[in-house]
């Protein structure tokens, strides 16, 4: 039997607090969720930092991408038999389910940021280059590793396909954002995914939804955007973010400045000189990342040690809703007022907007790829997009909403001496 077909003797489920159980069968599927590249997103968490705001969210990549995986192989099993299905796509959808997240990074969202890289790249370098994915995935077929990634990088031909792992009604944000209302404690994120999985239709070039179905997608809309702002744009989650990113520039910076660190941050070379090949990335894991912040608290450096401190031991920056757009001023003073005593601004006050975050609880057609949720007709199986037919969702649709912040060590400004002036006045600057 060729490899693609061939099936487990016995079932293998995964016990799994959102979806109940994860059913394999697949011995493919199998076998990629036990290559060490797979394993390692069990050492990185879904939300990043959120951790140090929700307690309960310490969820990992591997959890979600089990669960992407898990939606995925749900819809298939319903499209089965249904015009415009014929299910010859059906392992390459699962893989790309279940490698969508493959190539992220610790805390990926300020790695990216800092040293400016770019996670779907190193999905496509895991699944292409020289690792035991590509290994398993080349069995299938010659090609079959390039259509996984095509599929995960949008471009493959059948969109139909591309739309089950990337849509604005697709299996990673169902799965994520379930997952992520369970896992922070919050009583958003819920709504009804097997109505919604009942209503999905196949059509030529994408996944629609019935019409008697809308209340159910209006109301994940709903819990998108909500989520959004609880949970994934949360101040201080914000905060810790910042701190991190702040981390990351002072050690390169301290690096490039020929610094002697007495932990040597080996596994962060790479990172500093901005030429990380793929096998040094896939070292990196937030353990390790932890490990170092948790060393370098000793450093000799000031600023490292510091920020490493905070990060540690939740020692957060305070913020104020601040727009430096319209607060120039106000942001100029502050700047020459915490040089003046001794705080260095650029790791003491940081600016943070909400816009840097993915924002996209619903924008039809605004993104070239982000394809709109339409609903099927029921008499004449005409395609509406879901914000003209229901009010709900375009009350809230293609709104930009900017949110920034500036980030300041509250504590450390408390502790200058009372009859300082440089501190009444950003104190007065800070909070009126
Ligand atoms: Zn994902």
Redesign the pocket.
């Known amino acids: 039997m060729a490899y693609k077909d061939e099936q487990l003797n016995e079932e293998k489920v995964f016990k799994d607090p959102v979806h109940r159980y994860i059913h394999v069968k697949d011995q493919v599927i199998w076998d990629l969720i036990g290559a060490p590249e797979f394993q390692r997103l069990r050492r990185i968490k879904q939300l990043g930092t959120s951790y140090l705001t929700f307690h309960g969210a310490e969820h990992s ?1 591997f959890n ?2 089990l669960g ?1 995986y898990e939606i995925v192989r749900r819809i298939l099993f319903n499209f089965e038999g249904r015009p415009n299905w014929n299910g010859k796509e059906r392992l390459l959808c699962l893989c790309a389910a279940l490698l ?2 493959l190539g992220h990074g610790p805390f990926s969202h300020s790695f990216e940021k800092v040293f400016k890289l770019d996670h779907e790249d190193f999905t496509k370098q895991i699944i292409l280059g020289d690792t035991e994915i590509n290994r398993i995935l080349k069995r299938v077929g010659p090609d079959f590793p390039q259509d996984v990634a095509d599929v995960i990088n949008k471009t493959y031909a059948d969109k139909l396909v591309v739309s089950l792992i990337s849509s604005q009604i697709d299996a ?1 944000r169902m ?2 954002l379930q997952r992520d209302a369970y896992f922070t404690g919050v009583s958003y994120g819920h709504f009804d995914m097997e109505r919604i999985l009942r209503v999905m239709r196949p059509m030529e070039d994408q996944v629609v939804i019935k019409q008697t179905g809308m209340h159910a997608v209006e109301d994940y809309i709903m819990s998108r955007y909500q989520m959004y702002w609880q949970v994934y744009f949360h101040p201080v989650t914000r905060s810790a973010e910042v701190i991190l990113s702040k981390i990351l520039n002072r050690a390169k910076y301290l690096y490039q400045d020929g610094y002697q660190f007495s932990l040597k941050p080996v596994h962060f070379l790479s990172f500093f000189s901005g030429q990380v090949k793929l096998k040094e990335y896939l070292r990196l894991d937030e353990g390790i990342v932890n490990y170092y912040f948790q060393m370098w608290v000793d450093e000799q450096d000031p600023v490292l040690s510091d920020l490493c401190e905070r990060f540690i031991n939740r020692r957060l920056f305070k913020y104020i809703e601040f727009n430096p757009n319209h607060q120039m001023n106000e942001w100029m003073e502050l700047f020459r007022l915490f040089q003046e005593l001794g705080i260095d601004p650029d790791y003491y006050l940081v600016v943070d907007s909400s816009s840097d975050l993915p924002y996209d609880f619903y924008r039809p057609g605004e993104e070239e790829e982000r394809l709109p949720i339409h609903l099927l007709m029921p008499k004449n199986g005409e395609l509406k997009e879901l914000s003209r037919q229901s009010e709900i969702v375009e009350s809230i649709s293609g709104k930009k909403r900017t949110d920034h912040k500036l980030y300041f060590p509250l504590d450390v400004l408390e502790e200058l001496p009372e009859e300082s002036q440089a501190k009444a006045r950003i104190f007065e600057i800070l909070y009126g």
């Open positions: 990549r979600h991408s992407v969508h997240d990673d799965d994520y």
